[in-house]
C-alpha cells in the first residue's frame, strides 16, 4: 500500500516520457520543444532548492544563482579537463562499442555530482556565517554571494573569464526530465519527514523550534547545503546542454527569476514550484519573439496572481491524486483553496 | 528538604540586565524533584525573564542554574530542552500554520534516531521512526482530548485548545521540568478546573516537576505546594500558599486587600 502511491505516480512519469520521446523520434516536435523542456527540467531543480530554504525553512535567500554557477562551472571544468583522456581510454579499452557509450554516460553523470557537490560546499561555507542573519540582512548577504561568485568568475581568465568556459553537450533532454524527477522524489521525501518538518518549525516559530529541542542553526544550515545542491545539479545539467557557461548567465536578475518561479508556485508546495518553473519557463520562450512586451505581460501576470491568489497558484499545499483522502497523518487534500 | 542529595534545580544569585535594567536581581531558588511550584508577582516583576533565563534563551548577566548536577548557563536552548526543561509561552507560540498532529510531532523530533537522508531515500529507518512518533503523538493528543482536531491548522483552534496543545507539545518532548507560563491566562472558570485537574495528573503520570507563572490566585493556591514571590526582579518570600496569602508584603505589593 505504501508504495502504489509512488507506483502510480513512476508510471505518468514514464508516460509523459515515452510520449515525448515517440513525439521527437517522429519529428513532430520540435528541437526548440525540447530545448524548452530541457529548461523546464533545470528550473524546476533550481526552484525545489530554492523552495527548500525560502519556502520550508523561512530564509530569503537571493544568491540561488551564484549557488547554480559554481555547479555549471564545476561540472563544465571536470567535463573539459577529464573528458578527452577519459572518452580516449575508453575508446582504447572497449572500441567503438555500446560499453563505451554507457561508460561515458556515467562519467558525465559524476560531473553532474561534482557539480552538486561544489555548489553544496559552497553553501554550506556561506550558511554557517550569514545564517545569524535574519530576514532582509540575509537576503543581502546571499545578493552579494551571488553577485561575488559572478564577478570573481568573469575576471578568472584561467576559467574563460568574460568569453564563458565552451563545454560539449553531452546530456539531452531526457537525462535532464529523469534527473528533475529525483530531485522531485527526494525533495518531496525530506519536507514529509522529521527533518523537514524541524525546518518548517523554524519557519513558522524560531523560538518555539528552538525552545522544543529543534537545533535551528543545524537545520538552516542543512537546508541551505541541500538547496545549493541542488542548484549545483541544475548547473551541471545547464553546463552539459547549453554549450557555453558564461558567469552573466547567472546574474542577479536569475536569482531575482527563481524567486519569482517560488512564489508564484507557493511558497512551501513542492507541486507549487514545478508548476510555477513551468509556467514561467514557457511564458519566457513563448514570449522571446516580443522582447519589448516581454517584461510588461509577465509583470502584469504577476500583479494579478497576487490580487487573486496572494499564496501563490498552489499555496503551500501540494497536488494530490484525488482518490487518496485525508489519512492519519497524511495533509488534508489540497487544491489551494485558502483565498 | 535534605540537603544531602544533589538538589533537581538549583538557582543561585541569579541577574538578568538588559542595558542597565535589572529585569531579574540576584534570585536564588530550589526545587526537589516532583515539587510543583508556582511563581507569582504583578506584571513586570521578572518571571517570565526566570523562564527564558532557565530554558536559555537568555544567557545570564550573573548566577547560575544547576540542573540535576549540570551547569545549565550559556546552553542554547535547544541543548536545554534536551537534558528535559519544556516550557509553554504566555503568548502562544504555536507553528500556527501547520496541523495539530505536526506541532506535537516537531517537539518529538529530538527523540528520532534517523538521518534526513533516510528520510530522502525512504529507507526502513524512515518508517519506523515516522511510525513511532505518530503513534507517540496521537496518544499525547489523546490525553489532550485533542486527537479529533489532529489534522486541524493549530491557528484555527480555539484559544483553550490552543492552550491545551502549547502543553501537549511541551510534553512531547518528554521532559523532566515542565514550564508553565500563564496556562490559565483567558480561560474561563470551568476550562481553569478543568485545567487544574489535567496538571496534577501530568504530575502523578509522568513524574514530572512543574513550576509555573499565574495571575489567577484560585488555580496557584489550589495546586501549588510552594509559591515564590517575585518583585521588582527580586525574590519578596517564599512559602506555602497558607504562609504566602497572609504574608503582608504580598498582599501589598501583589495581591491586595478585599474593600470592606
Request: charged share 15%; glycine share 10%.
Amino acid at each position: 500500500m505504501r508504495w502504489t502511491k509512488y507506483l502510480i505516480w513512476l508510471t505518468a512519469a514514464a508516460a509523459v516520457y515515452g510520449i515525448v520521446y515517440l513525439l521527437a523520434h517522429v519529428g513532430i516536435v520540435s528541437r526548440f520543444f525540447l530545448l524548452t523542456m530541457v529548461q523546464i527540467c533545470i528550473y524546476i531543480i533550481m526552484a525545489l532548492g530554492l523552495n527548500l530554504i525560502t519556502g520550508f525553512t523561512g530564509q530569503l535567500s537571493i544568491g540561488h544563482a551564484g549557488f547554480m554557477s559554481i555547479g555549471a562551472y564545476a561540472t563544465g571544468i571536470f567535463v573539459v579537463t577529464f573528458g578527452k583522456p577519459v572518452s580516449a581510454a575508453l575508446t582504447e579499452l572497449w572500441g567503438d562499442r555500446g560499453v563505451t557509450d554507457v561508460a561515458y554516460y556515467i562519467f558525465i553523470l559524476t560531473s553532474l555530482a561534482v557539480g552538486a557537490l561544489a555548489a553544496a560546499l559552497f553553501g554550506l561555507l556561506l550558511g554557517l556565517p550569514t545564517l545569524r542573519l535574519r530576514g532582509d540582512y540575509l537576503a543581502i548577504a546571499t545578493i552579494g554571494f551571488g553577485e561575488i561568485v559572478r564577478i570573481v568568475l568573469l575576471n578568472t581568465k584561467a576559467l574563460g573569464g568574460a568569453s564563458g568556459l565552451p563545454v560539449k553537450q553531452s546530456v539531452d533532454w531526457a537525462t535532464a526530465y529523469w534527473l528533475m524527477l529525483l530531485s522531485v522524489v527526494l525533495v518531496y521525501n525530506f519536507v514529509n519527514s522529521s527533518h523537514g518538518r524541524a525546518c518548517i518549525s523554524i519557519r513558522e516559530n524560531e523560538i518555539a523550534a528552538e525552545t522544543m529541542g529543534i537545533n535551528t542553526t543545524k537545520y538552516k544550515v542543512m537546508a541551505f547545503a541541500l538547496g545549493a545542491c541542488f542548484a549545483g545539479l541544475a548547473g551541471g545539467i545547464y553546463a552539459n546542454h547549453m554549450y557555453l557557461v558564461h558567469p552573466n548567465s547567472f546574474g542577479f536578475l536569475k536569482s531575482f527569476e527563481i524567486l519569482v518561479m517560488v512564489v508564484l508556485g507557493g511558497l512551501g508546495s513542492v507541486t507549487g514550484c514545478i508548476l510555477g518553473a513551468a509556467v514561467m519557463t514557457i511564458m519566457n520562450n513563448v514570449l522571446a519573439p516580443f522582447p519589448e512586451l516581454r517584461m510588461i505581460i509577465i509583470s502584469v501576470l504577476l500583479v494579478v496572481m497576487m490580487i487573486f491568489r496572494p499564496n501563490g497558484l498552489m499555496g503551500a499545499t501540494e497536488l494530490r491524486l484525488p482518490f487518496r483522502r485525508a489519512s492519519a497523518t497524511g495533509a488534508e487534500e489540497g487544491s489551494g483553496h485558502d483565498l | 528538604m535534605t540537603s544531602e542529595r544533589k538538589p533537581f534545580l538549583s538557582i543561585e544569585n541569579l541577574s538578568q540586565s538588559f542595558s542597565g535594567l535589572k529585569a531579574v536581581a540576584n534570585f536564588s531558588m530550589q526545587m526537589e524533584e516532583g515539587e510543583l511550584v508556582g511563581l507569582i508577582g504583578p506584571n513586570g516583576a521578572g518571571k517570565t525573564t526566570v523562564f527564558n533565563l532557565l530554558t536559555g534563551i537568555y544567557v545570564p548577566t550573573e548566577g547560575s542554574i544547576l540542573f540535576r548536577g549540570e551547569k545549565l548557563n550559556g546552553l542554547p536552548a535547544y541543548k536545554t530542552a534536551q537534558r528535559g526543561i519544556a516550557r509553554t509561552f504566555q503568548n502562544i507560540r504555536l507553528f500556527a500554520d501547520l496541523s495539530v498532529a505536526d506541532n506535537v510531532k516537531i517537539a518529538y523530533h529530538q527523540h528520532v534516531t534517523h538521518t534526513a537522508l533516510s528520510s530522502m531515500l525512504r529507507l526502513p529507518g524512515h518508517f519506523k521512526n515516522e511510525e513511532i512518533m505518530r503513534d507517540k503523538a496521537l496518544e499525547l493528543l489523546k490525553v489532550f482530548q485533542l486527537e479529533d482536531k489532529a489534522e486541524e491548522q493549530a491557528k484555527n483552534l480555539p484559544y483553550g485548545q490552543q492552550r491545551r496543545l502549547e502543553i501537549a507539545r511541551a510534553m512531547a518532548t518528554e521532559p523532566r521540568l515542565l514550564l508553565l507560563d500563564e496556562p490559565a491566562a483567558g480561560m474561563n472558570p470551568q476550562e481553569t478546573q478543568e485545567l487544574m485537574a489535567l496538571i496534577r495528573w501530568l504530575r502523578e503520570t509522568y513524574k514530572l516537576t512543574i513550576l509555573l507563572i499565574e495571575h489567577d490566585m484560585a488555580l496557584v493556591m489550589g495546586v501549588c505546594e510552594r509559591i515564590y514571590v517575585l518583585e521588582y526582579g527580586m525574590l519578596l518570600t517564599v512559602g506555602t500558599p497558607e504562609e504566602v496569602r497572609g504574608d503582608r508584603r504580598v498582599i501589598d505589593a501583589y495581591l491586595g486587600e478585599e474593600v470592606t
